[in-house]
């Protein structure tokens, strides 16, 4: 099985979310004022038809009431919710100059870019891209193909079953079809693999396209993310387990990512009790969380189908320990106080505690080493795969949020304090530790004008790099400190689904990392109906920098400056900012963004002036994206 790899602890997917906690507020009932006139005849009278009736229908048998109707039944239990959304996108120059032909064809390569793009591989290819010689014979001319654009179109089908078993007991879960399937990608030629297909011998000839299985896909069809359960007592509080969404605040660390233009999540195995103080509007929750049990019985294949997989070791396992209390205004209450003009005031602070012993994401899964362990108590194979770590992490969370008719302001701020050791042997426990002294936060300010139509908006962020790594995140592979006698690890990581672009961090880094940007933007509403049709406009402009310059590939702080506009229609538009669901109906963005690269991203410039790099110069990235969808 593979692990989320341990060796830092930089984030840590698990929070709550303390505003989604079931409720069943008892509604008061209503006063009616008394009569102003006398109504003694009217009752009286009323007396009297009640008496004939009565006795009208005394010799009539009462009927017996129908049987409840198992549909109305189960009607009643079940909500489906969900969306099934398309993605169009084109993509030109995310290699940002650093595989452009002249480059190449001066001893330039992509790879010492330590950007992590995939790349398009169509750029440079001369024995599959010649073309026939000009004077007709049969000698072929190489030529190189000039392919730095990419495009595609994904698909997500998204259930989200709810069964309320009663007013207080219900099951929750969620359910992929085709997730982020590319369309085109299991064409009914590549089924067969290296068999040619009868049907299509080449996938020119395809005529159809196939299920995704493991012949032709990575990933099945479908895929279940989530399955809780949540049992609510008005008076106790709640218990929750199973394998739930993690949110907390703007998403840093943990975020659900239920948006219909979100691809990252959030999941935590838990078993958690909540409860509220209603009369204050404070809400207090602990859990425990099943973060990694590291190797079983069914990920080394020793015990699979049917039975119960047994957890091979506890010293490999990830133990996860959390707290969270704060204030949270019910949303029925804020949204009084909002239509009055009042400010709301929402916060809170959770703790985690995360602690593992040894790491065996590399465990031997050899089947005859696994047998001896089982038979003779035979230790090698866990050995020869586990690390030790001695691996603990402290990680505290900061949310704050105030409320108006008229603007938001929203802040998170997060620090983890923590060890562990990266390459140790399981049997070397001598080396010094790596400490890990990380911090993030990000600030939302929005103000609205023009009855709600015109939103002015600022968002700033903010997370620690490191001076001893090459690179400002890991997907270049590089977690080690590079830098000899390095003993801490500062770079801090924001959750990916935490988006503030369209380019730099959302496609080229996948997540902002060991930098800080500034965000100014504004959004019009064309047409504003809440309930009906929303159709708005807006733009951005991101500036970004990394908070170390030499952890940069060309030792400098700049990034890039990106510009993001997109036009938006929504129908039965719903305020999603109380923690309501979106409502139900079509949704449709058009999206535009434009990235000028800067020095941090290009060569140093000692090497602009000789060699392979000389000819190197910036390439300008855009990308044009679509998204549609229904929302039920």
């Known amino acids: 099985m593979r692990r989320p790899s341990p060796t830092v602890l930089a984030v840590a997917f698990a929070a709550l979310a303390p505003s989604a906690l079931a409720q069943n507020t008892p509604q008061n009932p209503s006063t009616t004022p008394a009569a102003s006139v006398d109504t003694a005849g009217i009752n009286m009278a009323a007396a009297a038809a009640t008496e004939d009736h009565a006795a009208a229908t005394a010799e009539r048998p009462t009927p017996t009431p129908p049987p409840t109707s198992l549909l109305d039944r189960i009607g009643s239990m079940v909500e489906v919710h969900g969306y099934l959304r398309a993605r169009p996108e084109w993509m030109h120059q995310f290699d940002l100059g650093w595989d452009d032909l002249a480059f190449r064809n001066a001893g330039g390569n992509y790879a010492s870019s330590q950007l992590p793009w995939v790349r398009n591989p169509d750029n440079g290819l001369p024995n599959l891209c ?29 259930i989200n079953p709810e069964i309320h078993v009663t007013d207080n007991i219900a099951i929750y879960s969620q359910i992929d079809v085709f997730d982020n399937l590319i369309l085109g990608s299991t064409p009914q030629g590549y089924y067969s693999g290296s068999q040619g297909s009868p049907w299509a011998p080449v ?42 969404p993690g949110q907390w605040g703007l998403g840093l660390l943990a975020n659900a990512g239920n948006g219909i233009d979100s691809d990252f999540q959030s999941h935590s195995d838990r078993i958690m009790y909540a409860a509220r103080i209603r009369p204050l509007n404070l809400f207090l929750a602990a859990f425990y969380d099943f973060a990694s049990t590291g190797a079983t019985s069914a990920s ?11 957890d091979i070791s506890q010293l ?7 707290l969270a209390l704060g ?34 994401e590399f465990i031997n899964a050899d089947p005859a080493a696994m047998r001896d362990q089982r038979t003779v108590g035979s230790d090698g194979a866990f050995t020869s795969g586990a690390l030790r770590r001695d691996a603990w992490a402290v990680i505290s969370d900061l949310w704050f949020q105030v409320l108006h008719r008229n603007f938001r302001f929203e802040l998170e701020a997060a620090f983890i304090y923590g060890q562990t050791t990266i390459g140790r042997a399981a049997a070397d426990p001598g080396l010094n530790p790596y400490r890990l002294t990380q911090f993030g936060g990000a600030a939302e300010f929005e103000y609205r004008l023009l009855n709600n139509r015109l939103t002015l908006e600022f968002k700033t962020g903010y997370a620690t790099g490191d001076s001893d790594l090459e690179g400002i995140n890991y997907h270049n592979g590089l977690i080690a400190p590079q830098r000899a006698g390095a003993t801490s690890n500062t770079l801090f990581r924001f959750h990916p689904n935490y988006r503030v672009d369209m380019i730099l961090w959302r496609q080229i880094f996948r997540q902002v990392s060991g930098a800080y940007y500034f965000r100014p933007g504004v959004t019009y509403a064309f047409v504003n109906s809440p309930g009906g049709d929303r159709l708005y ?13 030499v952890q940069t590939r060309g030792n400098a702080a700049d990034l890039g400056i990106e510009i993001n506009a997109e036009v938006t229609y929504q129908s039965n538009f719903r305020d999603t900012t109380l923690g309501d669901r979106p409502g139900a109906g079509f949704f449709a963005s058009l999206q535009y963004g434009v990235l000028f690269p800067m020095a941090g991203l290009g060569p140093r410039e000692d090497e602009r002036t000789t060699g392979a790099y000389s000819g190197f110069s910036f390439s300008t990235a855009q990308t044009l994206r679509g998204v549609v969808g229904v929302m039920y």
Request: glycine share 10%; aromatic share 8%; charged share 20%.
């Open 537 to 549: 406009g807006r733009a951005a402009v991101i500036w970004s920098r990394a908070s170390e310059f």
């Open 316 to 322: 490999d396992d990830v133990n996860q320990y959390g």
């Open 300 to 310: 080394l294949r020793y015990e699979t189908g049917q039975g119960q997989p047994i």
């Open 203 to 244: 996938t020119g000839f395809s005529s159809t396209q196939v299920t995704p299985t493991e012949q032709n896909s990575l990933t099945p069809s479908i895929s279940v993310s989530r399955a809780w359960a949540e049992v609510t007592n008005q008076t106790l509080g709640q218990i929750r387990f199973g394998r739930m």
């Open 130 to 158: 010649s073309t026939a010689a000009t004077d007709g014979s049969s000698n072929r001319v190489p030529g190189d193909c000039t392919g730095r654009t990419q495009t595609m179109a994904n698909m997500r089908f998204r």
């Open 327 to 360: 204030h949270r205004v019910e949303p029925a209450e804020a949204r009084q106080r909002l239509s009055r003009g009042q400010l709301v005031i929402n916060g809170g602070l959770y703790g985690l505690f995360r602690q593992q012993t040894l790491s065996a």
